[in-house]
């Protein structure tokens, strides 16, 4: 319905109320048309003439007001004002609760990204931690005003207070997970280490023993190299002390006076894969199986350690 239709339809019924006063027609027409419009009853004379005004326009216009039309005011929104609300459409509920759950989205996925970052940075933190206290301990040599080394200090007992602090949990975790102590099984005080001395001292011996009754010692050595020379007396006395066979080779033909008996290498070494003197072999005549047991220069006992790694297959923490 156009502005011109309403304007006319609204000045024919404030025509027809104010014919209907003047004629004293009561209640016959009038309670039709008040029923609809009761809110407007009050200024009808007064906005007749403002609407006249405007019907004019319509009439001119050659503007006629159908039955549809009234259906157009049926369907005129309420009215907005002091005693009115403005009720929120469903529209409007949606739109609100899209902003909503996108803010949550949104504060969700910063949460999730600083979590993420907490875990994944820890070693920028400290890099940039340790940087900061280096730049504050700079500063506080190079210009010392007591701002400057009260900055460097507060920083410093920082890290004290966050190292003692990692002292601390790191000696409740070993108490709470032993099995990741490793001075429990390996103890690091002096009482304890000629215990342990003694213990692996005793199984030595028995590795020795037990290699002694089925091998035997080939020593591959240079007579003309200091080193192998440092090096004989040692194993010559160890293969005496053990009671375990020696056959000494030497592979440049110079023997060596403190063993008796030394042989002459023709092939063994080479035969075997040794390229690397000095070199202790084990070896077992009966099995003809052979056992690398040391190259390059070894102490007593070093030699006497390496028998227990060797009869372990390097298992024991020795």
């Known amino acids: 319905m156009s502005n011109a239709s309403k304007n006319s339809f609204f000045c024919f019924f404030y025509f027809f109320n104010f014919l209907a006063g003047m004629a004293g027609i009561r209640r016959a027409w009038r309670v039709l048309f008040f029923s609809f419009f009761s809110y407007f009853s009050f200024f009808s004379y007064f906005l007749f003439f403002l609407f006249f005004l405007s019907a004019s326009t319509s009439v001119l216009a050659g503007e006629v007001v159908t039955l549809g039309d009234f259906k157009e005011v049926a369907d005129i929104k309420k009215a907005v004002g002091w005693h009115w609300y403005n009720e929120i459409y469903p529209e409007d509920n949606k739109h609100e609760e899209n902003e ?131 090096l004989a007396p040692t194993i010559e006395s160890f293969s005496k002390d053990n009671n375990i066979s020696l056959i000494p080779v030497s592979v440049d033909g110079k023997n060596l006076a403190v063993f008796t008996t030394s042989h002459i290498d023709s092939g063994q070494a080479e035969k075997l894969g040794i390229k690397y003197f000095p070199a202790l072999v084990l070896v077992d005549p009966k099995n003809q199986k052979v056992q690398p047991l040391n190259y390059g220069f070894i102490s007593d006992s070093d030699l006497r350690r390496r028998f227990l790694q060797v009869a372990t297959n390097f298992q024991e923490g020795v």
Not at 210 to 228: E, H, Q, T, V
Request: glycine fraction near 4%; proline fraction near 3%; charge should be positive.
């Open 100 to 230: 909503e759950n996108e803010a949550m989205d949104k504060k969700y996925e910063k949460n999730e990204k600083n979590e993420k970052n907490k875990k994944e940075s820890a070693v920028i933190q400290m890099s940039l931690l340790r940087q900061a206290v280096r730049e504050a301990k700079a500063r506080a040599i190079l210009y010392p005003t007591e701002e400057n080394m009260r900055s460097y200090l507060i920083m410093q007992n920082f890290v004290m207070g966050q190292a003692s602090m990692f002292t601390q949990v790191w000696k409740k975790t070993l108490l709470d997970y032993p099995e990741l102590d490793y001075g429990v099984l390996h103890p690091t005080q002096n009482n304890a280490q000629h215990v342990l001395y003694a213990e692996v001292s005793k199984r030595e011996i028995e590795a020795i023993k037990a290699f002694s009754k089925k091998y035997g010692l080939l020593f591959f050595y240079r007579g003309g190299n200091p080193l192998d020379q440092e």
